[in-house]
């Protein structure tokens, strides 16, 4: 009986456990509580993190900031980072502050929430990054939050660079990353607000799969166009050019 009892609290335990991990997400630095933010933790938000260009950014300004992740990937990237998550969606920025506040970077991160349109912090970015919704057309989600975090209902691609030019230092850059299918949209209404593509990274899941994501790096004087190609997975698991961008950040790489 009283191995029967045992038994049974220790598998009660371990599905509570398991429960509470799934709204956990550990990276080696710091962790990630999202079960309150509309968009939870991705490869994209990783991807881009690692990906964009930190090393002299100053001051930085994550649009669509979510639950803080790619601000706090900055975080850890760059020691002299000011880093401002402006993020709409009130739970999700409630969970951003809360997982910058129990981060070793507390006083370097800051939690705004504010429609970015509306957001006028009085200095300029030397960065500025944002995991956008890009959705155009298509079912919306169900839940009315993560529809918002996904499809362009209150941030259309025209306003996010209207808004990045507005706020990014002469010297800046701004890096983002949205689905191929959007790419022409995307570099259309760069062009619109007269940024120069930097950097572009096509994202495939294999060597010879057709191209999943597209990440840029736009900037506001002339440049020359550097492109490359990530590959995600090889035969024998996470390819080497994706574990040298994200072993700083995923445990057990």
Same mark, same amino acid.
């Given at each position: 009986?009283?191995?029967?009892?045992?038994? @049974?609290?220790?598998?009660?335990?371990?599905?509570?456990?398991?429960?509470?991990?799934?709204?956990?997400?550990?990276?080696?630095?710091?962790?990630?509580?999202?079960?309150?933010?509309?968009?939870?933790?991705?490869?994209?938000?990783?991807?881009?993190?690692?990906?964009?260009?930190?090393?002299?950014?100053?001051?930085?300004?994550?649009?669509?900031?979510?639950?803080?992740?790619?601000?706090?990937?900055?975080?850890? @990237?760059?020691?002299?980072?000011?880093?401002?998550?402006?993020?709409?969606? @009130?739970?999700?920025?409630?969970?951003?502050?809360?997982?910058?506040? @129990?981060?070793?970077?507390?006083?370097?991160?800051?939690?705004?929430?504010?429609?970015?349109? !509306?957001?006028?912090?009085?200095?300029?970015?030397?960065?500025?990054?944002?995991?956008?919704?890009?959705?155009?057309?298509?079912?919306?989600?169900?839940?009315?939050?993560?529809?918002?975090?996904?499809?362009?209902?209150?941030?259309?691609?025209?306003?996010?660079?209207?808004?990045?030019? !507005?706020?990014?230092?002469?010297?800046?850059?701004?890096?983002?990353?949205?689905?191929?299918?959007?790419?022409?949209?995307?570099?259309?209404?760069?062009?619109?607000?007269?940024?120069?593509?930097?950097?572009?990274?096509?994202?495939?899941?294999?060597?010879?799969?057709?191209?999943?994501?597209?990440?840029?790096?736009?900037?506001?004087?002339?440049?020359?166009?550097?492109?490359?190609?990530?590959?995600?997975? !090889?035969?024998?698991?996470?390819?080497?050019?994706?574990?040298?961008?994200?072993?700083?950040?995923?445990?057990?790489?």
């Amino acid at each position: 009986m009283v191995f029967f009892l045992l038994r @049974r609290f220790l598998c009660i335990f371990t599905f509570i456990m398991l429960a509470v991990m799934k709204d956990v997400f550990k990276f080696k630095q710091f962790d990630v509580e999202q079960c309150r933010s509309a968009m939870k933790v991705g490869t994209d938000g990783v991807l881009l993190g690692a990906w964009c260009d930190a090393d002299n950014a100053g001051r930085v300004l994550d649009i669509g900031c979510g639950t803080g992740l790619i601000s706090l990937m900055i975080a850890q @990237r760059s020691p002299e980072a000011i880093i401002d998550a402006v993020e709409i969606d @009130r739970e999700s920025a409630e969970e951003a502050n809360g997982n910058f506040l @129990r981060s070793k970077w507390a006083d370097r991160l800051h939690s705004v929430c504010q429609d970015i349109l !509306s957001f006028n912090p009085g200095y300029d970015y030397g960065l500025i990054v944002s995991n956008p919704p890009f959705f155009k057309t298509g079912e919306t989600a169900p839940d009315n939050r993560r529809a918002a975090a996904r499809h362009c209902i209150t941030l259309s691609f025209s306003d996010l660079f209207a808004k990045a030019w !507005s706020l990014l230092a002469p010297d800046g850059l701004f890096a983002m990353i949205a689905p191929a299918e959007v790419k022409t949209d995307v570099e259309f209404c760069a062009g619109e607000c007269d940024f120069w593509i930097k950097r572009r990274a096509a994202v495939v899941s294999k060597s010879g799969k057709p191209v999943m994501r597209y990440l840029w790096e736009f900037t506001k004087v002339p440049v020359e166009l550097e492109e490359t190609v990530i590959v995600i997975h !090889s035969s024998e698991g996470y390819s080497q050019e994706y574990v040298a961008l994200i072993r700083d950040f995923y445990l057990n790489i």
